[in-house]
């Protein structure tokens, strides 16, 4: 390895920090997978538009997630930075970094010598996505050791791909709405990781059930529940596996939406991760043909936190396929759609969409008989 130039343990305090504040880090598990009591209010949500500057925009935001996520990603600017901020990236931190990988892997001639002040620039563009260039992302890449997976979505978002999208919105839930839930539920103590949905519509053509599959992560030592929202059309919940009961406390949060307690099988500490399996189950008395409309024809998920690695598939079966089936935005829990899209169902008699991360927003599949 080629010794570098004045190297030495250095520190950056805030004087050098960006201001690339990602709003919400933390995520609560509210779904809104059935028919609800309409919200007032709500907000458009946005979804970046084609094109490579979003792409490169794309790219940019889940590559500051990643180094804001608790780890060994964020600890690798973090040990040069002297003083922090919550939901914060410190410039001179992260070009020290990359400034020390290319000391002992230089691309070009130069950077043995290069310093980290002379690299701020570059992170302070790469991280707003004003120039993300396939150079400095491979750096990044490189530089902070990002996992396997993440660096394929780090690509995937950086080329465009129509298959990894990232959402958000200034409101998924209405002003007041939002206050009640807030209150109610107070701060977040996890965060989605990734959720699978996996809805079932049955021969009757109406919601069955709901099998989803989370990853959480502590953001606080002696985690051992977490909020579950819900509506009052839920008739059961099988809980499968990393949680062991409901908390016997119902409460009306806000108009229609109902919270309880989830019980996990262990208490998490901080940085600590845990799988949960669980089953939703609705019934629903028979409903004429005319009336399959609406509320009745449509699974969504209402995030108002950051919401990573979101998984959503909707599974009809083969007795009672619809005419048509789109993914759509909505304006909040009780605004119109925003923007949809056609998509066709595959052998399976499914539709599904991944997304990078959401967050604020409702997003989901409907269709029509």
Partial sequence: MVS???????????DDMSRLVL???RDCAETESVPESPVPGGGAAMALPPGPASAREAAAAYLREL?????????????YAERNRPGQINQMAVAEVLARYLWDYPRRPGDTEILPRQLKDTASRALSGKLLSKAALGLFIEAFGIPLFERDQLWKLWEGSSRIRVLTGPRS?????RAEIETALGPAAHRTLSVHDHHYVGADGL??????????????????QIPYIYITDALSIDLIQGCTSLGARLTEITSGFFATDMLLARPLGLGETLTLEYVTSFTYK?????QMTGDL??????VRRRMENVDIRVEFDPGMLPRNVWWANWNGVAGEIIN????ALDSQNSAQRFLGFIEDTVVGFHWEW
């Fill in 297 to 302: 024809c449509q699974y969504r998920r209402a």
């Fill in 286 to 290: 028979p409903v004429p043909a005319e």
């Fill in 23 to 25: 709003s919400g880090e």
């Fill in 173 to 177: 839930f209405g002003v007041r709405a």
């Fill in 4 to 14: 570098p130039p004045q190297r030495g343990q250095l520190s950056y305090d805030n």
């Fill in 67 to 79: 180094l804001l996520r608790p780890g060994r990603t964020r600890r690798a600017w973090e040990q």
């Fill in 207 to 224: 919601p069955n059930r709901t099998r989803t599959l989370q990853v959480i992560e502590a953001l606080d030592d002696h985690v051992g």
């Fill in 340 to 343: 949809q899209e056609s998509v």
